[in-house]
């Protein structure tokens, strides 16, 4: 072997020379894997009953912010039965349609203040969120909030003691689960059609555009990718498997976008199953402008006895197993996140987020995005 490297020029410093600061990162996969700085959140750490309503009530619905996806909720608020949006603060999209008779405020902390709110939805710059989430739940108020909840562990210690202490209900927007494609894996998997979950692999493509908000330029204002859009995948691999994290490794840079330094535009995603297999996810802002969609989500997983795909941009779901050919499998009708989550607290059945998902999902994903800032392993 040594005659092998001496023929070839292989010696040390080459080797590390070579090698490069992103091959030693991988040399971090065979280091010890250390203890995360916050543990696990369990269903267990939310039992408290949280305030409800009746049917015949109207759940008064405050909005905060524009930024991401509050779409979501604004689109959910006219779609379902006795709920209404009274007020707006932040409001910094004038292209955004509302109803005139909605109160509009400059800040959250007065709107918080003078209105008698039910539910509040919030959607400003990711670094702010926990902060106004910790202002509505000191309030009473129910939240719904655009993921990340948190960008940094310190702000996300606060907002889960501020939920329970406050006995609210919390949910964030990784209504992905919501999605024909993710719901048809769900039951597939759950009805035992690949046997035992083994291998995922997850996807997370996005065109960046002309531009992204100057917020993505400042590393501790944008909070990270992972955190972003790879939390989606996390999730989505957790719903449709029903699986826990034990451990990850992440790598993270920016190659393509030197105008936005606190911001990266790839991420890889290694995870421990809790069933001793394995996840994967990778996530890019890298998708050629050329391309038919904005996005381009996937998800493979392989089990046991089968494997089940989401195909031709998440028009299909295909399912192959030991016993039958590949065939395509029904997909459901879409629903809404947000008539989902009145559901519950009208009493009306089970929001698609039990009470600690939100937090346990975050938590996993700021630690992957520490693991790659660190270059470690982070045991879960």
């Known amino acids: 072997m040594d005659e092998y490297n001496r023929m070839n020029g292989i010696n040390r410093r080459n080797f590390l020379k070579n090698f490069g600061a992103a091959g030693l990162g991988t040399m971090a996969l065979f280091n010890k894997p250390e203890n995360a700085e916050i543990g696990s959140v369990r269903y267990s750490d939310f039992n408290y009953k949280f305030r409800k309503y009746t049917s015949n009530e109207v759940i008064k619905v405050g909005m905060i912010g524009t930024v991401g996806h509050s779409g979501t909720i604004l689109r959910g608020v006219p779609n379902t039965k006795n709920t209404k949006l009274v007020s707006y603060s932040n409001h910094e999209n004038r292209n955004l349609r509302i109803p005139k008779d909605v109160r509009l405020y400059d800040n959250y902390e007065e709107m918080l203040e003078k209105e008698e709110l039910d539910v509040v939805g919030i959607c400003l710059p ?28 310190e702000d996300f210690n606060a907002l889960l003691k501020t939920t329970i202490e406050n006995k609210i ?76 994290y034990t451990q990850v490794i992440a790598f993270q840079g920016n190659k393509d976008h030197p105008d936005y330094p606190g911001f990266e535009d790839y991420s890889g995603v290694l995870l421990g199953l809790s069933n001793g297999g394995t996840a994967i996810v990778n996530v890019d802002y890298l998708r050629p402008e050329t391309a038919p969609t904005h996005g381009d989500d996937r998800l493979r997983v392989i089990g046991s006895e089968g494997v089940i795909e989401i195909k031709d941009l998440g028009k299909r779901v295909e399912l192959i197993t030991s016993s039958e050919k590949a065939y395509d499998i029904p997909l459901p009708e879409a629903k809404s996140f947000f008539a989902d989550f009145i559901a519950e607290l009208r009493g ?10 939100p937090f346990e999902m975050t938590r996993v994903a700021l630690l992957a995005h520490q693991s790659a800032n660190q270059n470690r392993i982070i045991k879960l």
């Open 348 to 357: 009306e059945g089970k929001h698609i987020l039990s009470p600690e998902e």
């Open 126 to 153: 990711y670094y702010q969120n926990a902060k106004a989430s910790i202002a509505a739940a000191k309030k009473k108020i129910h939240v719904i909030v655009e993921k990340p909840i948190a960008t940094d562990l």
């Open 169 to 244: 209900r919390l949910t964030t927007l990784l209504s992905m689960r919501m999605g024909p494609q993710y719901q048809a894996i769900h039951k597939a998997i759950e009805d035992g059609k690949i046997g035992e979950p083994i291998l995922a692999t997850a996807q997370k493509s996005y065109k960046f555009g002309k531009s992204r908000p100057e917020f993505y330029k400042n590393k501790e204002m944008y909070g990270g990718t992972i955190p972003w859009v790879g939390i989606h995948a996390i999730d989505y691999i957790h719903f449709t498997t029903k699986l826990n």
